[in-house]
């Protein structure tokens, strides 16, 4: 499997599609995602054009996962979450859907279920205020 620049990752990352942005670095990007499974779900992306965990390196992979503790940690403060979960999905057969490697941010209150994966689109100013929310705790 190879990586194909025309997914909708790629086109947020080359600012081609808006998205509701959360934190930025050299090598990672942080977003809300658009069918949130729970308040406050967000992405992190490397900018790096890795399809999935397998094919990226180690390198990514740590950036990766340095924005995601970061981002995380201010996104369950800002949802007032009592926890989170981070999931990753690789392949369509593994629930992928966007085939750039990304990790998904979960805040979790006490006792919540998850909305349907790739579900409902969620209203964008409610995105851009949690999206604020999360960024003012950075
Ligand atoms: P996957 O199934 O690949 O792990 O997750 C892809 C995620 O991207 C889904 O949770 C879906 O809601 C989200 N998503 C799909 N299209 C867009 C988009 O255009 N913008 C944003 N911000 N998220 C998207």
Redesign the pocket.
């Known amino acids: 499997m190879t990586y194909d620049t025309s997914n ?2 790629a086109k ?1 990352l080359r600012g081609e ?1 808006p ?2 942005k959360i934190y930025e670095d050299e090598h990672t990007l942080a ?7 729970v308040d406050g ?1 967000c ?1 992190v992306v490397p900018k790096a054009p890795s399809r999935g965990l397998l094919d990226a390196n180690l390198e990514t992979l740590s950036h990766v996962l340095l924005t995601t503790q970061k981002v995380a940690a201010a996104a369950i403060k800002a949802m007032k979450a009592d926890g989170f979960q981070i ?3 690789n392949e369509a057969a593994g ?5 750039h490697l ?1 990790i ?1 941010i979960l805040p979790m209150k006490e006792g919540a279920t998850l909305k349907a ?3 409902q689109m969620a209203d964008h100013a409610l995105l851009a205020e949690q999206a604020k929310k999360i960024r003012d705790l950075l």
């Open positions: 909708i990752f947020i599609i998205c509701h977003f809300m995602d658009v069918m949130p499974q779900h992405l999931r990753q999905f629930g992928q859907t966007v085939f990304h998904h994966h790739s579900g």
